[in-house]
């Protein structure tokens, strides 16, 4: 049996149309919800779904906890966010998967992501193969506060068709979205600088290729020119300008403006250390409001 695990919390807008997307599949439905005020746990009972609440501490914790509730006979996962879905080519693909003999522990979906309703096709995000699909008990989410990725402890298949990241908010809320999200990766951040053998097992695919280069090249540069090199990357070099006045804005956002921020945290935390004569977790926690 397929499990579909779905992380929530106020996400009356998204989620019809991401159970919908599941439909095809005729899988179990589980959404874990982080205590929403709207109208989430309806929508998930429509769709026949169970719907638990856990309080939320990260992406990674929530989904290993959304393992641990699982049924018995469940022989396959699949992780997907609420304001994502799958197109009909990729429900289907994965159903001729699953019913097909094999040694494959996981399987690859490849993303694309949308911005104000409009689709990014370039900056070198598309195709990103990120392994959502796997069989129960051969795979895991990392422990991480951010960028977090399902491991598996075998070979990865590729699948066809697309899964979409297409998110109805606003920008304001993109924007206070992507504010609490630089405080998780200026963690880990801080973390690969000061923990370094804390890092966590290679992903595959494409996912695991950038990772490795944001980690062991990208976090050695100097701040300043990194952080506009990657935007002239992915706007110049990798014609991420070909997305027109929407991609602009998601790429100078995403790509400079968000990478900036995240830098500017990690100094901050430094900052704290020095003035303040305290250890990294208490600065970590003053300063990001984390507590690790």
Known sequence: MLCVVILTFNEEGHLDRCLESLSPLNAFLIVVDSFSSDSTALIASRHNARFIQNRFINQAQQFNFALTELPKDVKWVLRIDADEYLTPKLAHSINEALASPSEVMGYGLKRRMTFAGNLI???????????????????VCEERWMDEHIVVDGPVGQLEGELIDDNLKSLTWWIQKHNLYSNREAVEVLKLKYAPNTANKTMAGSAGLKRLIKER????????????????YRYVIRLGFLDGKEGFAFHFLQGFWYRYLVEAKV??????????????????????????
Not at 217 to 232: E, N, Q, R, T
Request: proline fraction near 5%; hydrophobic fraction near 45%.
């Open 217 to 232: 090249i990208y976090s050695k540069l100097p701040v300043v020119p990194k952080v506009l090199a990657y935007f002239l």
């Open 267 to 292: 100094q901050e935390v430094e900052r704290c250390v020095q003035t303040n004569k305290v250890e990294l977790h208490e600065a970590i926690e003053r300063v990001l409001e984390i507590r690790l």
């Open 121 to 139: 096709k370039h900056g070198g995000l598309f195709p990103v193969e990120i392994v959502r699909l796997f069989r129960f008990g051969h795979g």
